[in-house]
């Protein structure tokens, strides 16, 4: 009975800690998150980013450049402060778990340039395929973020930060990328990614 009663607490004991851990991630997102990031990580205003179903390791490392000022932000630096390395971590989890939801593309023709140019780039001026790192379906990796469903407007202004170098972290590649795209690119490719689940 002894080594069932061992195996027992080996399976339950991380589950129930990780329950408190998502249970507190929702506390804080409840407190400090939601007012720009919406209630389930779907925030409705473009200056934001939607992080609903947004890869966990990727929303963890953002909050840790947050908070260590690799990445700058004058709206996130106080949001940031105080949270544990747990927190953190609990916190992408939790996001990561949040159902994610079609948005209507306004602009259906510029969304199939942008399709056009995030699955295949611009050969004729050098614009490599957004789908090589990001993936074919935008859902990122653990260290490039799910571009899927994110706001036109938001995922054109950090095309523009990463292109000026006000983008603070990530932006050794992404400057490279970002400054080869011309204004129509950057505005289409945008609106494609918006449009996808």
Known sequence: MKPLLTWLLTITLPLAA?????????????GRCFICHGAN???????????????????????TDYQTGKRKSSTM???VEGLSAQDM???GRWFEKQDTHDHPVEDRELADVGRFVYLR???????????????????????LPRLAGQHAQYTE???????????????????GIASKLS???????????????
């Open 121 to 143: 780039g611009n050969p004729f001026s050098g614009v490599a395929a957004c789908a090589t790192c990001h993936g074919p379906k935008a859902h990122g990796t653990d260290t």
């Open 18 to 30: 990780g329950a408190a851990d998502l249970a507190k991630a929702e506390e804080i997102v409840q």
């Open 41 to 63: 990580g779907e925030s409705s205003s473009p200056a934001f980013p939607r992080l609903a179903g947004q890869n966990a390791a990727y929303v963890t490392r953002q909050l």
């Open 183 to 197: 204004e129509l690119e950057t505005k289409a490719v945008a609106a494609y990614l918006s449009g996808l689940r």
């Open 77 to 79: 630096q106080p949001m």
């Open 157 to 175: 202004n950090q095309i523009k930060l990463f292109n000026r170098r006000e983008r603070t972290n990530d932006n050794a590649v992404m400057h």
């Open 89 to 91: 971590v609990s916190l």
